[in-house]
């Protein structure tokens, strides 16, 4: 026998290869990722948080806030600090000629007085503070805290379309889903129904002709269950893409179609959507955010003044002209532009005007979509009485056709209608609680409370 054949080799290796599998399974007991759970309140969360248009939306009032900052900066000057060293190719003097008389007495041909070093040296501080502005700076701060502001509120606006969309992609993953459960009990029923026939047949209470429409019937059943299972698929990747999630990420779906029964009155949501809307307030501070910027230009008219000081850090390296240090006012005041400032200030007034037609305009948007919204509700919560009575209706027509067909009194094509029918009137139940789901997120999407909506309806 070879050695590395013993028993106690084989031992060995088997004990090896018992560890390495443990740590395999441990290996994969670390890597296993805990599924996701996604219900109505958790995608709201997830797609103010996640989706790329939140975060776009979201760094813009970043950007705003860092030029409220920039703008506020502007009462309170400057300070630079200016350093400079130049060698000249000559020390700077003056030379004084001396008469003719004078140069053997003195034994010079001119006076030289020195007025500043061969190499120049130059570290400055100089401060400058606006005294007077017409308004300019406090109407521009004005302006960037409402410019902010209105960035803020449409990124709440697209906070809430985001979420609506994520929402309406949920809803969407129940509806197919209760659609693949739908065509699958049908298809159950048909094989059922299949059995039967052949079963009749063959005690000669069935025609062949039922049999061949049946087994027609199942494969008819089956292309609608891969539709199904495909239209489920779809809504799932929609999903995901919503609350950008890649597909590595386990989900789980929560939560169930139900019907919501909170009254809705439309004047209500009407008042509700034009004080909360977010689209609005947005405009609002838009508005706000031109007006000062009217004002900014206005005060182009008038004089503009400031303070300014200075003071040399280096005085042994100056000019003997050079000073140490100065201080004083310093004021502007255009006086002919050719009508520039004229332009600059018609221009801002238009686009405050414009933004007032399009504040309007949005108003009167959010209205018709808000009654919209309320008038799906309304049809919508029609069509579930409507779909649940012909559910009812459907199942006592089924077990009548059902039974006819077992006792020889009726046909598969009977069964088969029945069945067909009762599937298509469950399907439209599940879609008449998808529409009045949709429909009542939708409202208070335009009412600016679309998360605590979802939170608060989540079942």
């Not at 860092?66 to 200016?82: P, Q, Y």
């Not at 070093?117 to 308004?135: R, Y």
């Not at 406090?138 to 960035?151: D, L």
């Not at 009045?436 to 409202?443: E, G, M, N």
Request: glycine residues 6%; charged residues 25%.
């Amino acid at each position: 026998m070879q050695p590395n054949s013993s028993p106690h080799r084989r031992r060995h290796w088997v004990a090896r290869a018992s560890i390495l599998n443990l740590l395999l399974a441990g290996v994969g007991v670390v890597a296993a990722q805990e599924p996701l759970r996604i219900d109505m309140a958790a995608a709201a969360r997830l797609a103010v948080r996640q989706n790329w248009r939140s975060k776009q939306a979201h760094q813009d009032v970043t950007t705003a806030k860092a030029i409220e900052k920039e703008t506020a900066s502007l009462r309170w000057g400057k300070v630079d600090f200016n350093s400079q060293y130049v060698r000249l190719s000559d020390p700077v003097q003056i030379e004084s000629p001396i008469p003719s008389d004078l140069i053997p007495v003195l034994g010079l041909s001119a006076l030289v007085t020195p007025v500043g070093p061969q190499d120049s040296v130059h570290a400055t501080l100089v401060a400058g503070i606006p005294l007077f502005t017409g308004g300019k700076i406090t109407s521009a701060i004005r302006e960037a805290k409402a410019g902010e502001q209105a960035t803020a509120d449409a990124a709440g606006d697209v906070d809430d379309d985001v979420v609506l969309e994520a929402e309406r992609c949920y809803l969407s993953v129940l509806l197919t889903h209760e659609v693949v459960k739908l065509n699958q009990q049908a298809l159950d029923t048909f094989r059922q129904h299949l059995e039967d026939a052949r079963s009749g047949y063959l005690q000669g209470v069935a025609a062949n002709y039922d049999v061949i429409r049946a087994e027609a019937a199942v494969k008819e059943q089956e292309r609608r269950l891969i539709e199904a299972v495909n239209q489920n698929d779809l809504a799932v990747a929609a999903l995901r893409a919503s609350l950008a999630l890649d597909d590595s990420t386990p989900i789980e779906i929560g939560g169930e179609l139900s019907e919501i029964d909170d009254p809705v009155d439309l004047s209500t949501a009407m008042s509700a959507a034009i004080r909360s809307n977010s689209l609005l307030q947005a405009l609002d501070a838009k508005v706000t955010a031109d007006k000062d910027a009217v004002r900014v230009k206005e005060a182009d008219y008038l004089p503009q003044i400031a303070g300014i000081a200075g003071r040399e850090l280096v005085t042994s390296r100056l000019n003997q002209t050079d000073p140490t240090w100065f201080a004083g006012a310093r004021a502007s005041l255009t006086l002919f532009d050719g009508g520039d400032r004229r332009a600059r200030v018609s221009e801002e007034k238009s686009r405050l005007q414009k933004t007032r037609y399009e504040r309007r305009q949005a108003e009167e948007q959010i209205q018709l979509a808000v009654r919209s919204a309320y008038l799906s509700l309304q049809a919508q919560r029609s069509a579930l009485l409507s779909a649940t009575k012909a559910v009812e209706l459907n199942k006592e027509s089924l077990r009548l056709a059902t039974k006819r067909f077992e006792v020889g009194t009726g046909t598969s094509l009977e069964v088969l209608d029945a069945a067909v029918s009762l599937t298509a009137s469950q399907t439209s139940r599940q879609q008449a609680l998808y529409g009045i789901d949709l429909s009542y997120l939708s409202l208070h999407r335009y009412q600016g409370d679309i998360s605590e909506a979802a939170t608060r309806i989540q079942k």
